[in-house]
């Protein structure tokens, strides 16, 4: 790797040089009719190799190289607007292979899905394993390329999924988990509005633990948005790049669609834009360094928006920035090299050092890891411990246990809080006590029915054992309850007193059931009903009753929403899956690249 970093820091010096001494190699007395170089390009090879202090034979090399790129690109310029076909450079990352550089010709009113099948067929691979990005967004097959913003000469960066069989399958996997991510979103947004809040695994919290809500559709795309970075993070941590960024930038479009200003207070957006840059450093695609750099532009705005100028924001929320200068490291450590692709070099010398600076005061001790790993806690929790004591080993395990005592707390307070919303408020406005609602249940009576006796009897449990028994048909649902009175759900439970009296009347067992529920237990209605339903079946030509018939469409009906509702709760459990399962998972890792990548760039500067 550093002896292609070195080459490529190489290129940079010698295009900063021509552009500084307007320099045209495609142009007379640089280029040779007869021989390979010419007189001129000889003498400005010597020249910067004395100023450069490198070796002559590679600087006219690389001079050499960027002529020839230089001539190309002149080239392609008349080529297209002669003929209307734009010359496409396509950098080819193949796991496993050194990148291949590919020029393809194409008019740019062609499909994305004929760009993609162009690559995959040069590349000799399955079109279903090509994904192609351009300025940090994939190219969709549907749309043509002049409207995904692909200009004559631009660079497009192919990545290619892995070929051999058990890579294969795992990759098959984890696009069958995304695709199902996408499915249950969807089927989530369409029942957005009947998921009850007191589904635990919906949730979405802040830093401190506290619940967050949003509107549906907004809720829909962060939580995709969600998944998918979780889905690259793993990629990530398996060095599958060129996985993660697709995923890494699916999840950026998801998040795109989410206006709240909830993304103002977090800080998943400022991290994704870190993972994006980060899998583009990985991957070599220097091309994407402009695109890199407006990431991290962004990334570091949206930290200021999240933190607080100088983190006050943060540190009155967690008592500390420590764990967060992590993300800072990345973010200058990133910045530096971007600046130093881009051939500014103090610039990136400025940044390094920062970002130096900010390693040196993060690194942990691993035994200390190791000895709080003995204590129950994970390595990562161990390590943000410590870098919030300071080091100090006991000091992190307290630190660990407040945190967690406090992220406990506030879910409990909102646990809490969500019961009291389900249960809802009695006549007078007061709130419905979980304790009296208990103590009905325990005498036999259902939930529904405990709920609306002491909605109705304001908390009085005398009060509320009289309406059950003595007038059912009073115990209304209160305006506050989110069912309507007409749901199956709203219906009390039939009493079995006044069950036994229909059937002394001659009543099926089963239609006196369903009257009584639809009466709420008013006998004299009941009986209207049942009377209803034995005149249509009377009728010439009626098979059954219309009674029963009622009873077979609110059954199926019932059905029905039993099956959304599972349906619903399956999705709701393999979204939750997806999402990171350990909190602040993302400033925990032990920083071994970062490490690494810093030590590289600072060696080459």
């Avoid at 001129?40 to 190289?65: G, V």
Wanted: proline share 2%; glycine share 4%.
């Amino acid at each position: 790797m550093e002896t292609s970093l070195e080459y490529e820091d190489l290129l940079i010096k010698l295009r900063a040089k021509l552009n500084e001494n307007k320099i045209k190699l495609w142009e007379p007395p640089y280029i040779s009719e007869t021989e390979e170089y010419s007189q001129s390009l000889k003498d400005l090879s010597k020249k910067y190799s004395e100023e450069l202090k490198h070796d002559e034979n590679i600087i006219i090399q690389a001079l050499f190289e960027l002529q020839l790129h230089s001539i190309e690109r002149s080239k392609a310029n008349n080529e297209f607007k002669q003929t209307g076909y734009a010359t496409l450079r396509v950098k080819a990352t193949v796991q496993g292979e050194k990148p291949r550089m590919l020029k393809i010709m194409k008019q740019l009113d062609v499909s994305g899905d004929e760009l993609i099948e162009a690559v995959a067929n040069l590349l000799e691979v399955a079109k279903n394993r090509v994904k192609l990005i351009y300025n940090g967004k994939l190219i969709r097959q549907s749309s043509n390329l002049e409207e995904q913003g692909i200009k004559n000469g631009v660079q497009i960066m192919a990545l290619v999924m892995a070929e051999a069989p058990e890579q294969i399958k795992k990759e098959d996997k984890i696009y069958r988990e995304m695709k199902s991510t996408l499915d249950d979103a969807t089927l989530l947004s369409e029942y957005v509005d009947d998921i009850a809040d007191d589904e635990e695994y919906m949730k979405l919290e802040d830093q401190s633990g506290k619940a967050i809500k949003l509107p549906p559709a907004e809720r829909r795309s962060l939580l995709i948005g969600l998944a998918l970075h979780e889905r690259g993070r793993a990629a990530a941590r398996k060095q599958d790049y060129s996985l993660a960024l697709v995923l890494f930038l699916e999840a950026d479009r998801q998040f795109s669609e989410c206006r709240s200003s909830i993304l103002q207070t977090v800080d998943n957006i400022a991290v994704l834009q870190l993972d994006i840059s980060w899998c583009y450093l990985c991957l070599r695609s220097l091309a994407s360094a402009g695109d890199a750099a407006a990431r991290l532009a962004r990334a570091e705005n949206a930290f200021r928006l999240s933190y607080g100028e100088d983190h006050q924001r943060l540190i009155a929320l967690k008592g500390t920035n420590a764990n967060e200068r992590v993300l800072f490291m990345r973010l200058y450590l990133l910045q530096g090299i971007v600046a130093y692709h881009q051939n500014k070099r103090d610039e990136a010398r400025v940044l390094l050092e920062k970002a130096e600076n900010e390693l040196r005061y993060i690194k942990v001790d691993e035994a200390s890891v190791e000895a709080l790993t003995e204590l129950g806690w994970s390595r990562g929790q161990a390590r943000t411990g410590l870098r919030a004591a300071g080091g100090d080993l006991d000091r992190a395990h307290h630190y660990l246990e407040e945190k967690r005592a406090e992220r406990e707390t506030e879910r409990e307070k909102h646990r809490a809080e969500r019961l009291q919303a389900q249960l809802g408020t009695c006549l007078d406005g007061s709130s419905v006590n979980p304790q009296l609602v208990q103590a009905l249940q325990g005498m036999g009576y259902t939930r529904r029915m405990a709920l609306l006796a002491l909605r109705n009897s304001n908390n009085s449990v005398a009060d509320a054992v009289r309406l059950i028994q003595e007038h059912p048909e009073m115990l209304v649902e209160s305006d506050s309850d989110d069912a309507t009175p007409s749901s199956d759900d709203s219906l009390p439970e039939p009493d079995n007193k006044l069950i036994a009296e229909l059937e002394s009347m001659g009543y099926p067992v089963s239609e006196a059931r369903s009257a009584l529920r639809l009466s709420r237990n008013n006998v004299s209605r009941a009986v209207e009903i049942l009377h209803q339903g034995c005149e249509h079946s009377c009728e010439p030509g009626s098979s059954n009753p219309s009674t029963s018939a009622g009873v077979t469409r609110k059954k199926q009906k019932k059905a029905s929403k039993l099956k959304k509702k599972k349906d619903r709760e399956s999705a709701l459990h393999r979204l939750q899956n997806t999402i990171r399962s350990e909190d602040d998972e993302y400033l925990s890792g032990a920083l071994n690249e970062e490490e690494a990548m810093l030590g590289t760039y600072r060696a080459l500067l």
